[in-house]
């Protein structure tokens, strides 16, 4: 066993599994910064991304920390109604962006939303949307250095503090290197080994825990308490009206933000924009389900009750480590994706609407 748990050999081998997995994305970094001559370059990937990356860079962005690890805890402790912030809220916010902004923002040849500000407002308003919104990243960037730094304390037995570190160094330099290409490309990436983690996860548990999935959907059923799988509350009014209050929170809350807006504006045409928004939302709600099956599956059959993710201790007991490798990875994709936005996406702000002006 290592010093963290963790067998030394699951250890060892997810170690060196990062230590690739973050050569090739630097290196990813380093190739597309040649196509960064400009600010519109660096910003908005010079208003470029076709629909597959375009959908793949809003989807990664949101699917982070708080998708994949964090709804799966709050399954596991409150049952499904748990699901109405992640992924129900989230991936209506943008299929509803889709439909009803994505193509009125991207006619209006923008860089940052305080630009929309400038453009109807004046400068003032810019100035004061973009004094607003730089601060609320700081807390969606510090759950990410924190969901990642606590992978690192699990299997390396990393101290949490010189975890966040690592992780705060290693997401900012690859994000600076070239900006939205550098941004979007690894987002892709990072995308394609995080749903084939999930997806490999969620097939593992299946076939461990039960001889069925019949059987599984059973076992959950019977261990599950009392209104645990109910999606909608409805013992009470007052718990119905506070959960589509939460689900109205995701949904229509996150629309104006500078991570969901700079990727609208970085699409090649009005109609990528819409159609990205609409894809990325409806593959997030279809994949944000895993997560949830498995919180479910922590909180009634697997008997999980301690204070570490269920996901990852689910990927450290039940997996191999060449898969346990792969779940490590794609969570670490889910992180790295979310961070790399979550700075981009502020510094934009700050630099275009502030520093820019003085």
């Given at each position: 066993m290592s010093s963290a748990g963790v067998p030394s050999d699951t250890a060892t081998i997810v170690g060196v599994?990062?230590?690739?997995?973050?050569?090739?994305?630097?290196?990813?970094?380093?190739?597309?910064?040649?196509?960064?001559?400009?600010?519109?370059?660096?910003?908005?990937?010079?208003r470029s991304l076709p629909l597959?990356?375009?959908?793949?860079?809003?989807?990664?962005?949101?699917?982070?920390?708080?998708?994949?690890?964090?709804?799966?805890?709050?399954?596991?402790?409150?049952?499904?109604?748990?699901?109405?912030?992640?992924?129900i809220g989230a991936g209506l916010c943008l299929v509803i962006a889709g439909l009803f902004f994505a193509r009125r923002l991207w006619s209006m040849n923008l860089l940052t939303l305080s630009d929309f500000f400038a453009v109807r407002f004046g400068p003032r308003a810019e100035r004061a949307s973009a004094l607003v919104m730089f601060p609320g990243y700081f807390g969606w960037i510090a759950v990410q250095f924190i969901a990642l730094a606590g992978i690192l304390e699990l299997f390396f037995g990393i101290e949490p503090a010189l975890g966040i570190l690592i992780v705060a160094v290693t997401g900012t330099g690859y994000t600076l290197l070239g900006g939205m290409w550098a941004v979007t490309l690894t987002d892709a990436v990072q995308l394609v080994l995080l749903l084939i983690?999930?997806?490999?996860?969620?097939?593992?548990?299946?076939?461990?825990?039960?001889?069925?999935?019949?059987?599984?959907v059973d076992q959950i059923g019977a261990n599950a308490r009392a209104g645990y799988l109910d999606l909608i509350p409805t013992e009470t009014t007052q718990e119905m009206v506070t959960w589509f209050g939460v689900?109205?929170?995701?949904?229509?809350?996150?629309?104006?933000?500078?991570?969901?807006?700079?990727?609208?504006?970085?699409?090649?045409?009005?109609?990528?924009?819409?159609t990205a928004c609409i894809a990325a939302g409806a593959a997030y709600i279809v994949f944000g389900a895993i997560p949830v099956f498995l919180g479910a599956v922590g909180g009634t059959v697997a008997g999980h009750d301690g204070?570490?993710?269920?996901?990852?201790?689910?990927?450290?007991?039940?997996?191999?480590?060449?898969?346990?490798?792969?779940v490590v990875v794609a969570l670490t994709s889910a992180v790295m994706s979310t961070i790399d936005s979550a700075i981009l996406s502020p510094a934009s702000v700050m630099a275009q609407n502030l520093f820019g002006k003085w």
């Open positions: 599994g990062l230590i690739v997995y973050l050569v090739i994305t630097y290196g990813l970094a380093l190739w597309v910064s040649r196509r960064v001559d400009d600010v519109e370059d660096f910003l908005v990937a010079g597959s990356l375009a959908w793949a860079t809003l989807m990664a962005t949101w699917f982070g920390a708080a998708t994949v690890l964090t709804a799966a805890d709050e399954v596991k402790s409150e049952g499904l109604r748990a699901a109405a912030l992640e992924p983690g999930l997806v490999i996860l969620g097939l593992t548990v299946l076939f461990c825990l039960a001889d069925s999935p019949t059987a599984l689900l109205a929170i995701s949904a229509l809350g996150n629309i104006p933000g500078q991570d969901l807006t700079q990727r609208i504006f970085a699409a090649k045409s009005a109609s990528v924009a819409r204070d570490g993710s269920i996901i990852v201790t689910l990927a450290s007991t039940l997996l191999s480590p060449p898969l346990a490798l792969l």
